[in-house]
Every structure is written in structure tokens, then in C-alpha cells.
């Protein structure tokens, strides 16, 4: 389970005049996310979503607030929760000149995975994935959908606990996306801890038990999709984000 507890994180943008203003990217967030569920981080571009999860990942340090691993922090724990840890954003960039065999063997070997067990665990998920066919070829020369498969098999290579996916489905044509929610879905089925941010409203409702909307750092509604809907008195998360947040949001 990951826990998360009034977490704040403060920034400092420069205005006219050369002013400085502090203001909160995240406010005063807390939830809890379990084992065989996916939890969707809702918002649009700016709500506070990649901040959050940059948090949860270790990534970027709080200003304030508490994330627990199943009661293992950061401060005593980061290098244990690390490697039961997948994080991964729609724009990671990853090594262009060797194969997505090489890239996938080279993740294996960093996280200690047993010789014999190296090749089993590439085919497997390249399977899962639908990568066969371009296993073996050079990374330049995958299509936009290939590439990110790839940085999928290359954060799910060593079976983490906990998956950390920031709008990892933007800008892929349909097909790569449903291989992608599909394989989300199964990795739900093994009790994994999911935690899956998106602007795609129909996509969280596809694929998420409980969602968590974000506007300007804050939550702004928590629930199922369809507790969601029925607070809000409308058929579908997009209209019910609108409905939560007046109509219009703020850059």
C-alpha cells in the first residue's frame, strides 16, 4: 500500500518586475492506494498530477508531508523501495542506438536478476507487449508506439510492486494504447499497487476503481468513477470534472 499524508510541494515563479511568488504545485494532498487496484490521478496539464507522482517516485523532495512504502519511508528505506518501485511518463527518453533486447538486458542486469532468468523475463513481457517483431531492431527506428512499449517493458522488467505511470498513453494511436491499458489491467489482477495519471477522462473510466481529481494543487473529488458521476449528477468523468470545477480552469 502507499500511503501519502498532507503533502505539499512549494515552487517560487518570477512575475512582472522581477517579483517573486510562492505558490503550492501540490496542496495539501492525502490517500491511499492499495494492492489490486489502479488509482487514477485526474486533472488537466498543470492541475499538480506530475508534481504529485514525482513525489511519490522519489523523484522530487516534498516541502512538507509524509509518503510510506507499507510503513517504509524514504529516509530509512529508499534504495528497498526503489527496487520494488516502476515509474514512468509519457516523455522518458531512452537510448537510441542499441535494440530494445540489449535496453531490456541491461535493466535486468542493473537490478541483480539472476543470469538464467534474464532471457525467460525479456520474452515474457515482450510477449505481453507485443514486441516480438521489433525485439531486435534499433530503438531510432521504432514508431512512436514502439518506443513507448519499450519504456514500459523497460520499467516492468523487474516485476515492481508499485507502478508510478504519468499519462504514459499520450499521444499513441488506439491500438498501442488498449496493449498498454490491457497490460495494466493484468498487472491489477496481481495485486499489484497501480497509481495512473491522465487527462483522459474516458481512458480513467476504462481502466480505474477509484479516481482522485486534481484542480490547482488541490483535490477536488475522490471516489469510484461512478461515485464520482453520481455526486456530481452527471454520465462521465469529463462532465463531472467540469461540473466540480465551475466550467473552467485557471493555467
Not at 513481457?125 to 531492431?137: A, G, P
Not at 484542480?215 to 464520482?228: F, L, R, S, V, Y
Amino acid at each position: 500500500m502507499i500511503k501519502v499524508e498532507h503533502l505539499k510541494k512549494e515552487f517560487t515563479k518570477t512575475e512582472a518586475k522581477k517579483k517573486h511568488l510562492k505558490f503550492l504545485a501540490v496542496d495539501d494532498v492525502s490517500f491511499e492506494a492499495k494492492e489490486g487496484k489502479v488509482i487514477g490521478i485526474l486533472g488537466h496539464n498543470g492541475a499538480g498530477k506530475t508534481t504529485l507522482l514525482r513525489m511519490i517516485a522519489g523523484i522530487m523532495e516534498p516541502t512538507d508531508g509524509t509518503i510510506k512504502f507499507d510503513d517504509k519511508n524514504y529516509s530509512q528505506n529508499e534504495i528497498e523501495i526503489k527496487k520494488e518501485l516502476a515509474y514512468l511518463s509519457g516523455n522518458t527518453k531512452i537510448y537510441q542506438s542499441i535494440s530494445p533486447y540489449e535496453l531490456l538486458k541491461m535493466c535486468c542486469e542493473f537490478y541483480d536478476m539472476e543470469a538464467s532468468q534474464i532471457d525467460k523475463r525479456i520474452k515474457e513481457i515482450s510477449k505481453r507487449l507485443k514486441m516480438d517483431k521489433f525485439l531486435y531492431n534499433r530503438i531510432d527506428r521504432l514508431s512512436t508506439g514502439q518506443t513507448q512499449k519499450v519504456n514500459i517493458a523497460r520499467s516492468f522488467i523487474h516485476d515492481p510492486k508499485y507502478y508510478i505511470l504519468d499519462e504514459v498513453t499520450s499521444g499513441l494511436d488506439i491500438i498501442s494504447s488498449q496493449i498498454i491499458l490491457d497490460f495494466i489491467k493484468e498487472e491489477k489482477k496481481n495485486k499489484k499497487c497501480i497509481l495512473y495519471s491522465t487527462h483522459y477522462m474516458e481512458e480513467a473510466e476504462n481502466i480505474c476503481d477509484e479516481c482522485i481529481m486534481l484542480n490547482q494543487g488541490k483535490i477536488i473529488a475522490t471516489g469510484t468513477p461512478d461515485e464520482i458521476k453520481k455526486e456530481t449528477k452527471t454520465s462521465n468523468l469529463r462532465d463531472a470534472f467540469f461540473a466540480l470545477i465551475g466550467g473552467s480552469y485557471e493555467e
